[in-house]
């Protein structure tokens, strides 16, 4: 069978499991507001599924991205796309070219290296799965991988997996970098909501940053897929030129997007609050198995990661053994082929119940994970 068929298969028999626990995706599992639920229903109700939404999103959409940025019109536009991937996609396929450098970190999310090796580029991913730089990348370490070849500088800043933060002063460093370089900086925010301080680096380098936002992690719409790029107009200019969708994204979708960005100040700190309650408990439990380790706590995204290379266990077997019970994690090989056969991720904006589900389960899964005789492929 071709790996897209069987891909899809994995994750169709994911999707049609009704009671399954979703603690590998990063997605919000927990309740929506009221009002974002009936911005959608009466958007369905008024049937404005009829019509395409404007190319580059609701205006009112747009208006509060910036304003839940912090940043001004003058030096920043919004182009709203069909989910965050679609934002990256549509920078790497326009920027990258042969003869370009793609510079990101190891670990990271895959896919923007998948569609900048597409345009031609050469990716070079930077190690950053080191405890004696805080799993993160330093500036002595970028300033080494850039050179003139450089086009695009991607980071995802909080880190997915590892659920670090760069602070003002790393930013800036970064983008002084990029300058000097001439370089456009690629800041995925996705998981900016959970830190406890985060610096957009916008603010330093606004002429080239492509700042990318996503409404699936925070507010918890990662199956209506909606997002946004948010770059100077000029920037936003060439890239709307040619966008994989011309017609607008999701009109549902971003009626939904915008009642949750003006109730997110009263009802993010509470899920928040319980997704951080979340990770106390895996840590505990982590606690208690020798040979488990967790790398970063508390993280600041929406996941932990948890060795489990010296507990004498593969990932692959423990995300087998949990899926067993229909319980889903993340195996590290998705985000990176170096690093990925010493840990598993774990979500945790999901029910507390969920999250207690797993954490009685750890002893009796790690065990369970040392005498699996035959793993499944895990996607």
């Known amino acids: 069978m071709r ?17 399954l626990m979703w603690l590998g995706q990063n997605t919000n599992h927990f309740k929506p507001h009221p009002s974002v639920v009936k911005a959608m229903l009466d958007s369905i109700n008024a049937e404005e599924f009829h ?3 404007p190319p580059a999103g609701l ?35 326009d920027l990258c070219e042969p003869g370009v450098n793609f510079v990101t970190t190891d670990p990271g999310w895959k896919w923007p290296m998948a569609f900048a090796k597409a345009s031609g580029a050469t990716t070079i991913e930077i190690p950053i799965y080191k405890p004696e730089n805080g799993y993160k990348l330093t500036v002595a370490q970028l300033e080494s ?17 590892l659920g670090t933060c760069h602070t003002e002063q790393e930013i800036k460093a970064f983008t002084e970098i990029a300058r000097r370089h001439k370089a456009y900086f690629l800041h995925d925010c996705t998981y900016r909501h959970f830190a406890d301080g985060h610096s957009l680096a916008a603010q330093f380098y606004p002429e080239r940053t492509i700042t990318i936002y996503s409404f699936s992690k925070w507010l918890g719409l990662a199956g209506m897929r909606i997002g946004a790029l948010v770059a100077h107009p000029d920037v936003v200019e060439r890239l709307a030129g040619a966008p994989p969708n011309n017609l607008g994204s999701n009109i549902v979708s971003q009626r939904a997007a915008i009642a949750g ?10 899920i928040n609050r319980r997704q951080r309650r979340n990770q106390a408990e895996i840590v505990r439990a982590a606690l208690q198995v020798p040979g488990l380790k967790v790398v970063n706590y508390p993280s600041q995204a929406n996941l932990i990661v948890m060795e489990c290379i010296e507990a004498g266990i593969t990932p692959e077997a423990l995300c087998q053994a949990y899926r067993q019970e229909g319980i889903m994690i993340r195996q590290g090989s998705y985000h990176t082929t170096a690093f990925g056969h010493r840990f598993v991720k774990v979500s945790t904006t999901v029910p507390e ?4 589900a797993f954490c009685r389960l750890l002893p009796a899964m790690v065990e369970k994970a040392r005498v699996l005789k035959q793993v499944t492929n895990l996607y």
């Not at 790996?3 to 009671?19: I, K």
């Not at 991988?145 to 997996?161: G, Q, S």
């Not at 119940?353 to 207690?356: I, N």
Request: glycine letters at 2%; aromatic letters at 10%.
């Open 51 to 53: 019509a395409y939404a």
């Open 353 to 356: 119940e969920w999250a207690d």
């Open 145 to 161: 991988a850039v050179n003139e070849k450089t086009r695009i500088i991607y980071l995802v800043d909080p880190n997915n997996p």
């Open 261 to 270: 960005l003006k109730i997110r100040d009263e009802w993010f700190p509470e």
């Open 59 to 93: 205006e009112e959409l747009r208006s509060l991205i910036l304003q839940d940025l912090g940043l001004k019109a003058e030096n920043a536009s919004v182009l709203v796309t069909d989910g965050a991937v679609e934002a990256l996609y549509t920078t790497c396929r």
């Open 3 to 19: 790996n897209f068929e069987a891909r899809n298969q994995h994750f169709d028999a994911l999707v049609n499991e009704p009671d």
